[in-house]
């Protein structure tokens, strides 16, 4: 390890941004791997905008792992958090620093400990996806802090693990999370489907209507949905399989029309599936129902310029 007798500190910082999905994840076949029932598309925002900030350090120093988030502490004794520390721990390689004399040899990493601070620039638990910006730049950080060679799409597999929606977070543009077929979740990972060049004029505005917690989060609400939802398990078989080929199609055609009917008819049934269960979760509120209203009002006016807007 460290050759020198102080102690010494390794930091890597990364950002990683949020995405919208625009054909739903919603339920999964396996909940400790976090495997979905069908696959799904999104969109990731611009790193500027709605992202996670988070610096992982490695110290001689540390004697436990700990984490803060938005500044308070929070515990990492969670699955999810483990599952991520020790997939990439085991990926971890040699890394040194000559000028500092420090030697970190694969099997240090599982020795020494992490401080992980992240910072979330938008309203946490909130539906805004900070899982996903969250797990996606934990996964990347901590990749890099450890020299791990796996691909993104790899590293997705990993983030995955953490949160489903962040699996797709790995990547800019326009992003699909292919559920995979084996049990064990190695093929459950994200590609790029386009990048973020692809369709440069398509703008993304987020209208946030509440800063508040939600009442049920997505991972709880899911597993209610799968458990008492029949549209759901009609969704999943008959519905998203096509769905995820003509949004493929709209995509890279650039075809509006299709992109923006196909993302309201996804985001309407998921939130029909969310009302199909038992007890019904309600994620909109009269805001929410009133701007969809406006949407509707502007795509039907004459004045409507370029296309159409999404909700
Ligand atoms: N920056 C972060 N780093 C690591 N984990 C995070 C981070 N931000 C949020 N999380 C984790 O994600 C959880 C929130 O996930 P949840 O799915 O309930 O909300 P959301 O992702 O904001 O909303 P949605 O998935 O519906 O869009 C937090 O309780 C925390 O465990
Ligand atoms: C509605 C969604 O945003 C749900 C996201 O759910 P999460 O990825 O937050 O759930 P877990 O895998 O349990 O962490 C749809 C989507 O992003 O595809």
């Known amino acids: 390890m460290a050759s020198e007798s102080q102690n010494w500190v390794f930091m890597v910082t990364a950002q990683t941004p949020t995405n919208i999905a625009v054909i739903k994840y919603w339920g999964k076949r396996d909940e400790t791997l976090i495997l979905p029932v069908n696959d799904s598309i999104s969109l990731t925002l611009d790193p500027s905008h709605l992202c996670t900030t988070t610096t992982v350090a490695v110290s001689s120093a540390f004697h436990q792992d700990r984490m803060w988030l938005n500044a308070k502490e929070i515990s990492l004794s969670g699955g999810r958090f483990q599952s991520c520390l020790r997939e990439i721990r085991a990926r971890a390689c040699d890394v040194e620093d000559e000028n500092k004399g420090i030697k970190i040899t694969k099997e240090d990493w599982a020795k020494l400990h992490l401080h992980i601070a992240s910072y979330n620039n938008f309203p946490t638990a909130a539906g805004l996806a900070s899982s996903a910006a969250g797990f996606a730049c934990l996964a990347y950080a901590l990749g890099k802090l450890m020299d791990v060679k796996e691909d993104e799409s790899q590293l997705s597999a990993i983030a995955r693990q953490g949160s489903g929606s962040a699996c797709r977070s790995l990547f800019g543009g326009f992003v699909k999370w292919i559920m995979g077929k084996e049990d064990n979740g190695s093929d459950s990972l994200a590609v790029q489907l386009a990048d973020e060049k692809h369709w440069d004029d398509l703008v993304i505005v987020i209208a946030v209507v509440s800063s508040r917690q939600k009442e049920t989060s997505s991972?709880?609400?899911?597993?209610?949905?799968?458990?008492?939802?029949?549209?759901?398990?009609?969704?999943?078989?008959?519905?998203?399989?096509?769905?995820?080929?003509?949004?493929?199609?709209?995509?890279?055609?650039?075809?509006?029309?299709?992109?923006?009917?196909?993302?309201?008819?996804?985001?309407?049934?998921?939130?029909?599936?969310?009302?199909?269960?038992?007890?019904?979760?309600?994620?909109?509120?009269?805001?929410?129902?009133?701007?969809?209203?406006?949407?509707?009002?502007?795509?039907?006016?004459?004045?409507?310029?370029?296309?159409?807007?999404?909700?």
């Open 219 to 311: 991972t709880s609400g899911m597993c209610e949905s799968v458990e008492t939802s029949l549209l759901l398990q009609h969704r999943a078989k008959e519905i998203v399989p096509k769905r995820i080929l003509q949004m493929e199609e709209a995509i890279k055609n650039r075809d509006f029309a299709s992109f923006s009917q196909l993302t309201c008819a996804d985001s309407n049934q998921f939130h029909a599936v969310c009302l199909d269960t038992s007890p019904p979760i309600f994620y909109m509120n009269d805001t929410s129902h009133r701007i969809i209203s406006i949407a509707e009002k502007w795509n039907r006016s004459e004045e409507a310029p370029q296309g159409q807007m999404l909700f």
